[in-house]
């Protein structure tokens, strides 16, 4: 059973900065593409950003320029920097896992909230 265990989330000033990591147990994690996803009150999830196991990243339009998706296989870590938060990014924020053989995992999620 895959597991995925997100950390880092809180409540952050406008402005501010959080960084998300996503621990996956997983000996395929190295060949998995992993995502951030995000889902608001009321909202569907959205995806926030992607890489690939090559290490190829995409953002959201709304996060580019603010949010760094990394990845660090040794420790099965993926890594959401985000940096000029506003009140517009609070959301649960869920880590995703696509291994090779198309499963697919989530985290339980991490609460952000971006408030003064």
């Known amino acids: 059973q895959v597991q995925l265990v997100e950390s880092g989330g809180g409540l952050v000033q406008p402005g501010g900065s959080l960084r998300l990591s996503c621990a996956a147990s997983?000996?395929?994690?190295?060949?998995?593409?992993a995502n951030w996803y995000r889902q608001a009150p009321g909202k569907e999830r959205e995806l926030v950003a992607t890489?690939?196991?090559?290490?190829?990243?995409n953002y959201a339009d709304s996060v580019k320029g603010r949010f760094t998706i990394s990845r660090d296989n040794a420790k099965k870590t993926v890594y959401l920097q985000m940096n000029s938060l506003q009140p517009e990014d609070t959301a649960v924020y869920y880590c995703?896992?696509?291994?090779?053989?198309?499963?697919?995992?989530w985290g339980q999620g991490t609460q952000v909230t971006v408030s003064s």
């Open positions: 890489i690939s196991s090559g290490g190829i990243t």
């Open positions: 997983t000996i395929f994690f190295s060949t998995s593409g």
């Open positions: 995703n896992l696509h291994s090779l053989s198309d499963n697919t995992y």
